[in-house]
């Protein structure tokens, strides 16, 4: 895990944590991590892109907005499921047809409504942006709707590439705290406190989370990072000591389990040897070959040659 602010984008370092020290101990357990999987990170991130909403003149943190001034029209559609297939066919039908430049982005455009945007997000999250005002309309279900029924200038940012000079900026105060959003409500204040970070504030979201600072929900996030290319693509970046967690796979076993449960551990050094064997066998290969000699010894000769 990782912060991430308007830069390039940094490789994720190698990981350093040691398999001894457990972020989470609830209950006993037993986990075993096999080899190295693709890692992913859980980066901090904000957004490269500057928004003429509000301003921070002399260091003064801007008021936060009530109602946030635009000209486009925010529509909100369903960023998966049958719901976001049946909203689109529904406005292609209707000759509206949403044109995403990629899909990784999470907004897209109407042009046949110029004036308009289009945000993809989860359907809880349509619901709560409606009600925040940041967005204007959405396409939600009936009972998503009956159940959960300020925009900083991110040209601040221009100039921080590290988690120390972000916690050094003058803006945030308990007024103005520098808001998070974030699937890791545990583990996004743990690191902000272990940082000296004093006033920040978390918002929870499903999904879509990289659209959060360029909506004003957010001035940067929290979230798992592979690649990075979904974050170029909405103008966000790393900082520098923004990395939370190096996370990789993980098996994992109730040790209660393991320890009355019968054939549990078998199962488990079934499981085990066979992933040891996987990754011992990758990297290599067999080549067959069909050579014709006069003797196993020639066609050996032949082979070593």
Not at 203 to 230: F, H, K, R
Request: aromatic share 6%; net charge neutral.
């Amino acid at each position: 895990m990782s912060i991430l602010l308007p830069a390039n984008l940094q490789q994720c370092p190698s990981p350093s944590l040691s398999p001894s020290t457990p972020l989470f101990s609830p209950c006993p357990s037993t986990a075993f991590s096999f080899g190295r999987t693709r890692l992913r990170c859980l980066r901090l991130v904000t957004s490269c892109v500057a928004s003429v909403q509000s301003t921070v003149a002399n260091g003064s943190a801007p008021a936060p907005a009530v109602f946030v001034e635009r000209e486009q029209i925010r529509l909100g559609l369903p960023s998966k499921g049958r719901m976001a297939v049946d909203s689109i066919d529904l406005l292609k039908d209707c000759q509206l047809f949403v044109k995403q430049v990629n899909p990784r982005q999470y907004v897209a455009q109407i042009p046949q409504l110029p004036n308009t945007e289009v945000w993809f997000q989860r359907p809880k999250d349509i619901v709560r942006k409606l009600l925040s005002r940041d967005l204007d309309l959405g396409t939600v279900g009936l009972d998503t709707l009956s159940e959960y029924g300020q925009i900083p200038n991110y040209g601040i940012y221009e100039n921080i590439n590290s988690l120390k000079e972000l916690a050094e900026m003058p803006q945030w105060s308990e007024e103005r705290p520098l808001r998070v959003a974030t699937g890791f409500t545990y583990l996004g204040p743990k690191f902000m406190e272990e940082n000296g970070i004093k006033h920040v504030t978390f918002s929870t979201a499903d999904g879509a989370l990289e659209a959060a600072p360029a909506m004003g929900i957010a001035d940067c996030i929290l979230d798992i990072v592979s690649s990075g290319t979904t974050l170029k693509e909405n103008n966000l970046k790393e900082i520098e000591g923004g990395v939370v967690l190096e996370s990789q796979a993980a098996l994992v076993a109730s040790r209660r389990a393991l320890t009355e449960r019968k054939g549990a551990l078998n199962t488990v050094h079934e499981i085990l040897e066979r992933l040891e064997a996987h990754l011992k066998a990758d990297g290599q290969f067999t080549v067959v070959a069909n050579m014709r000699g006069n003797s196993a010894q020639e066609v050996a000769e032949r082979v070593l040659s």
